[in-house]
């Protein structure tokens, strides 16, 4: 008999790969939707084994209905409001989906399915501008956002309905991960497709902000590995995921305007609107932990990532052009 998983948000980047990973794993695969999702089907369309379910993290009721007739034996909750930079402009709404929308979900696990595990994404962005080289799971916590003041409400929650409630609860505290299927308004995918929009002539620069700004990034689809082994685990024990390794937004320019041929410093510009109101300057991940636990760690490099990115964002870029230049019929 195959496992069955539900995932929240799953229409985003780490839902599908993750939805992706556990078809190929045999599970049944369920993933929530928002009846009027603002991301649409894009990066699921052609996975075709996934069920849809209608449900949302500010409405407990629609939560413990999805609950009660999906039956899960693991619950992955990659849903939030994401963006760091947004969340300044919404901070309510930010805590209500994130904070107390991950809360939401342990109160219906807990009601109609308490035996099943529970997985909850965390961030790098709980520690903050941190005084230690390297975050690991014993690092203090101080976010600097309302998206990880909200994420370290959700952390807690995760601890508590594991300690309160003998539940199979855990905390990946994930440093940045980016893909071909990051949203476009985050500063690798940014960074990437106007690298390849200014090489095909479509753009003439990129405005960023902190070039100096490090994190530890890696590549979604190694992570959402490390998501599910967490589950396979005998025993709940939060873990940091990351590659252990950091580079600057600087960095990033670099490669990917050298994958297409260009001098970065020739077409990137400086603008203060992109800076953060409190800035997190440098994330590095300790991984022993999750090297230890789960014999894991990541398979792509960061310069494998960026290259991969661009190479997509310019077969997209040539084929929108492609399409936009052909004769109405």
């Keep these: 008999m195959s496992n069955t998983a539900l995932i929240t948000g799953v229409t985003g980047q780490d839902g599908s790969y993750l939805a992706e990973y556990l078809l190929s794993k045999g599970y049944d695969v369920y993933g929530l939707e928002r009846w009027k999702s603002t991301q649409g089907h894009r990066r699921i369309d052609h996975i075709t084994d996934l069920e849809l379910v209608q449900g949302d993290l500010a409405d407990q009721s629609s939560l413990d209905r999805v609950v009660r007739e999906t039956r899960p034996d693991e619950v992955y909750n990659l849903a939030a409001?994401?963006?760091?930079?947004?969340?300044?402009?919404?901070?309510?709404?930010?805590?209500?989906?994130?904070?107390?929308?991950?809360?939401?979900?342990?109160?219906?696990?807990?009601?109609?399915?308490?035996?099943?595990?529970?997985?909850?994404?965390?961030?790098?962005?709980?520690?903050?501008?941190?005084?230690?080289?390297?975050?690991?799971?014993?690092?203090?916590?101080?976010?600097?956002?309302?998206?990880?003041?909200?994420?370290?409400?959700?952390?807690?929650?995760?601890?508590?309905?594991?300690?309160?409630?003998?539940?199979?609860?855990?905390?990946?505290?994930?440093?940045?991960?980016?893909?071909?299927?990051?949203?476009?308004?985050?500063?690798?995918?940014?960074?990437?497709?106007?690298?390849?929009?200014?090489s095909l002539g479509l753009q003439d620069k990129l405005e960023l902000g902190n070039l100096d700004a490090k994190r530890d990034w890696g590549h979604a689809e190694d992570y959402v590995k490390a998501m599910h082994l967490m589950l396979q685990q005998d025993t709940p024990k939060d873990l940091v995921i990351g590659t252990g390794e950091h580079h600057s937004v600087r960095d990033c320019a670099r490669i990917a305007f050298n994958e297409v041929g260009l001098d970065w410093e020739d077409y990137v510009e400086i603008n203060e609107k992109f800076f953060r109101p409190a800035e997190v300057d440098v994330l590095k991940a300790d991984i022993s932990n999750a090297k230890s636990e789960l014999d894991w760690e990541p398979q792509k490099t960061f310069e494998d990532l960026i290259v991969e990115m661009v190479e997509t964002d310019l077969a997209e870029l040539q084929s929108d052009n492609s399409q936009a230049a052909q004769p109405n019929e």
């Design 81 to 198: 409001l994401s963006f760091v930079p947004e969340s300044f402009n919404q901070p309510v709404h930010t805590g209500n989906i994130t904070g107390l929308g991950a809360t939401r979900v342990l109160e219906a696990v807990r009601k109609h399915q308490p035996d099943a595990k529970f997985y909850q994404a965390s961030t790098s962005e709980l520690f903050g501008n941190s005084s230690e080289e390297t975050q690991s799971i014993d690092t203090p916590f101080q976010p600097r956002s309302p998206y990880g003041t909200s994420k370290l409400y959700a952390y807690w929650s995760t601890v508590n309905y594991r300690e309160a409630h003998d539940m199979f609860t855990v905390n990946g505290v994930l440093f940045n991960h980016e893909s071909p299927r990051r949203g476009k308004n985050f500063v690798t995918r940014k960074i990437t497709r106007g690298a390849a929009a200014i």
